[in-house]
Nanobody
Framework: VQLQASGGGLVQAGDSLRLSCAGS????????MGWFRQAPGKEREFVAA????????YYADSVKGRFTISRDNAKNTVSLQMNSLKPEDTAVYYC???????????????????WGQGTLVTVSS
């Protein structure tokens, strides 16, 4: 599956932004999807994930209550609604796809075999 992330931009603290990830291929609904982010000089970290059906979602503690992940399998898209943005949310955001899943593994980069190109989110204070 090929992934294309979009929706990044420059916003102020407290603003909202919605990222989208478009997937190619008819098997998109077979994949568990995740969002990761990488700030300058830091490791890529888990943000959120959603299982293949959309019935289960997972979040990093740092974004819980502010970010919402969702998917539309009919449109081959996964979205990340980001509210109450903070300067520390500044990063390049990547969407990723994995055949594997489950609550114990979704935060692990290694299970994701497909990655989008990333979209930059900058939050000014």
């Amino acid at each position: 599956v090929q992934l294309q992330a979009s929706g990044g931009g420059l916003v102020q603290a407290g603003d909202s932004l919605r990222l989208s990830c478009a997937g190619s291929g008819r098997s998109f609904s077979n994949y568990n999807m995740g969002w990761f982010r990488q700030a300058p000089g830091k490791e890529r970290e888990f943000v959120a994930a959603i299982n293949w059906s959309g019935g289960s979602t997972y979040y990093a503690d740092s974004v819980k209550g502010r970010f919402t992940i969702s998917r539309d399998n009919a449109k081959n898209t996964v979205s990340l609604q980001m509210n109450s943005l903070k300067p520390e949310d500044t990063a390049v955001y990547y969407c990723a796809a994995s055949i594997s899943g489950g609550p114990y593994y979704v935060a692990q980069k290694a299970i994701y075999g497909y990655w989008g190109q990333g979209t930059l989110v900058t939050v000014s204070s």
